[in-house]
């Protein structure tokens, strides 16, 4: 259903786009991270009528965005920094009745800064 890709290794300071294709319409798309020995945690979702949210610890530095008409979402990511170290995975799911859902998941792709 969901496909991630861009994942990498990236010194600190550096970016890196991350890209995800899903196989149909997806009312509200995310993307999550998760450490060793950390919880899963919200990066940044957007919605198909645009409206976007952060979490406080990537504002400024990622950017989400999606292209409606071919079902793909991108998470843009600049001044990357070590403690962003995590595997990351696009999620989707929703409608605009009950607002934002995961229902599915990718496999993730890994992002290392060092």
């Known amino acids: 259903q969901l496909v991630e890709s861009g994942g990498g290794a990236v010194q600190a300071g550096g970016s890196l786009t991350l890209s995800c294709a899903a196989s149909d319409y997806t009312y509200c798309v995310a993307w999550f991270r998760q450490a060793p020995g950390n919880d899963r945690e919200r990066v940044a979702q957007?919605?198909?009528?645009?409206?976007?949210e952060y979490a406080d610890f990537v504002k400024g530095r990622f950017t989400i965005s999606r292209t409606n008409a071919k079902n793909t979402h991108a998470l843009q990511m600049t001044s990357l920094q070590p403690e962003d170290t995590a595997m990351y995975y696009c999620t989707g799911g929703g409608s605009m009745f009950r607002g934002c859902e995961y229902d599915y998941w990718g496999q993730g792709t890994q992002v290392t800064v060092s």
């Open positions: 957007i919605t198909s009528d645009g409206v976007r």
